[in-house]
């Protein structure tokens, strides 16, 4: 079953708009860790995110008349900007659908880039269904994040430049999920042309759909989804992306906000850039696999999947970095109400 995807992301012209990102290592991660440690830097794509590889690569498989008619697509984050993008790259017009209480600063950069935006709802839910009536009122295409074989081969490409830049053997590839389609198209790559090489796919723990499909052999949808890294806070995985991942796949593990937030300051400390949570969420992943497989002297490679993150939230991450490198620890302790508890709680603190 790769094989047919395998012919996609060979045959993705997407290269006059998508740019082919720098593989670098991160010299003083390898030394901590002891494994040469690879950072693929999808944070320099035009949009900060690979989405664009996936968006762009759909968009050029539409009939003359779609391209006519226009596309459209319910996303807050990173989709929105690279079909946006990739739609005036093309002369098309794209409509993107967002939930009211969508940040300024993403509805300016999707608007910036020519797009009309429709602001509906206060979910994505809402959002989205507004989006699919006006698939069918208005003609309109619509362009799925992940669930689609033309996006999964667009993200796939990053698969294909891995393998070219470092012909070398790889122990082991770590991948953000959050609906699937960089996985799949990653995975389907690297199991049909180097398949000892691992394929590892990394999830936040509170929003780890793939896992729990995995676990209940079926998809599953998350009764609640944490937002931190609201690049991968995805409730179901995707139905094709799920169907090539459980296949392709070496392993699913998960990580906290504290280790995506401990990434993000080992991105900063490599490369002098700052990912945004989802993008550090794959390094999280490799540096869990370290520590719990004690391994040493591999070739581990992440993927920095985007770079689009509010300038106000680097506040909150810094000080959970802390935490998540266990350098600091916050306890809380409950006294009763009277007199002298206190007083007996320092003693029992001693010298501590
Ligand atoms: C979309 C996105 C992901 C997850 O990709 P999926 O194809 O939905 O699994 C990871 N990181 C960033 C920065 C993203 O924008």
């Given at each position: 079953?790769?094989?047919?995807?395998?012919?996609?992301?060979?045959?993705?012209r997407?290269?006059?708009?998508?740019?082919?990102?720098?593989l670098?290592e991160?010299p003083v991660?390898?030394?901590?860790?002891?494994n040469?440690?690879i950072?693929?830097?999808?944070?320099?794509?035009?949009?900060?995110?690979?989405?664009?590889?996936g968006?762009?690569n759909r968009l050029?498989?539409?009939?003359?008349e779609q391209?006519?008619d226009g596309?459209i697509?319910?996303?807050?984050?990173n989709?929105?900007?690279?079909l946006a993008l990739a739609?005036?790259?093309?002369g098309i017009?794209?409509t993107?659908?967002?939930p009211?209480?969508t940040?300024?600063?993403?509805v300016?950069?999707?608007?910036a880039r020519?797009?009309?935006v429709v602001?509906?709802?206060?979910?994505?839910d809402e959002?989205?269904?507004?989006?699919k009536t006006?698939v069918?009122s208005?003609?309109?295409?619509y362009i799925h994040?992940?669930?689609?074989p033309?996006?999964?081969a667009?993200?796939g490409?990053v698969?294909?430049?891995?393998?070219?830049?470092?012909?070398?053997?790889i122990d082991?590839?770590?991948?953000?999920?959050?609906?699937?389609g960089?996985?799949?198209?990653i995975a389907?790559?690297i199991?049909y042309?180097?398949?000892?090489t691992k394929v590892i796919a990394?999830e936040?723990e509170?929003?780890?759909c793939l896992?729990?499909?995995?676990?209940?052999?079926r998809?599953?949808?998350?009764?609640?989804v944490?937002?931190f890294a609201?690049?991968?806070?995805v409730?179901q995985i995707g139905?094709?992306?799920?169907?090539?991942i459980k296949?392709?796949?070496d392993?699913?593990?998960t990580?906290?906000?504290?280790?995506?937030?401990?990434?993000?300051?080992?991105?900063?400390?490599s490369t002098?850039?700052?990912?945004?949570?989802a993008g550090?969420?794959?390094?999280?992943?490799?540096?869990?696999y370290?520590?719990e497989?004690a391994?040493e002297?591999?070739?581990?490679i992440?993927i920095?999947s985007g770079a689009?993150?509010?300038f106000d939230?680097l506040?909150?991450?810094?000080?959970?970095t802390?935490?998540?490198?266990?350098?600091e620890?916050i306890?809380a302790?409950?006294?009763?109400?009277k007199?002298?508890?206190?007083k007996?709680?320092c003693r029992?603190?001693?010298k501590r």
């Amino acid at each position: 079953m790769p094989e047919s995807y395998i012919k996609r992301i060979l045959n993705a012209r997407i290269y006059d708009l998508a740019v082919e990102t720098p593989l670098e290592e991160a010299p003083v991660l390898s030394e901590r860790l002891k494994n040469t440690i690879i950072l693929k830097r999808e944070d320099l794509q035009p949009v900060f995110s690979f989405k664009i590889r996936g968006a762009y690569n759909r968009l050029l498989h539409l009939s003359p008349e779609q391209m006519n008619d226009g596309v459209i697509a319910a996303s807050a984050g990173n989709h929105a900007q690279g079909l946006a993008l990739a739609a005036k790259h093309l002369g098309i017009k794209a409509t993107i659908v967002m939930p009211k209480t969508t940040p300024a600063i993403k509805v300016d950069a999707v608007r910036a880039r020519d797009a009309k935006v429709v602001l509906v709802g206060d979910t994505y839910d809402e959002a989205s269904a507004h989006a699919k009536t006006l698939v069918e009122s208005k003609g309109l295409t619509y362009i799925h994040p992940y669930d689609d074989p033309e996006v999964i081969a667009g993200q796939g490409t990053v698969a294909m430049e891995i393998l070219r830049q470092h012909p070398g053997h790889i122990d082991a590839i770590f991948v953000p999920v959050g609906g699937g389609g960089l996985c799949a198209g990653i995975a389907a790559y690297i199991k049909y042309v180097r398949p000892e090489t691992k394929v590892i796919a990394v999830e936040p723990e509170d929003a780890a759909c793939l896992k729990a499909a995995l676990e209940k052999k079926r998809r599953v949808t998350l009764p609640q989804v944490g937002i931190f890294a609201d690049g991968v806070a995805v409730a179901q995985i995707g139905k094709e992306t799920y169907r090539v991942i459980k296949d392709t796949i070496d392993d699913a593990i998960t990580v906290s906000t504290d280790e995506m937030c401990a990434a993000i300051k080992d991105i900063f400390e490599s490369t002098r850039s700052i990912a945004e949570p989802a993008g550090a969420c794959a390094l999280a992943g490799l540096k869990k696999y370290v520590e719990e497989t004690a391994c040493e002297g591999q070739t581990l490679i992440a993927i920095d999947s985007g770079a689009n993150t509010n300038f106000d939230r680097l506040r909150y991450i810094s000080e959970r970095t802390e935490l998540g490198e266990k350098r600091e620890a916050i306890l809380a302790v409950t006294l009763p109400e009277k007199p002298g508890a206190y007083k007996t709680f320092c003693r029992d603190l001693g010298k501590r």
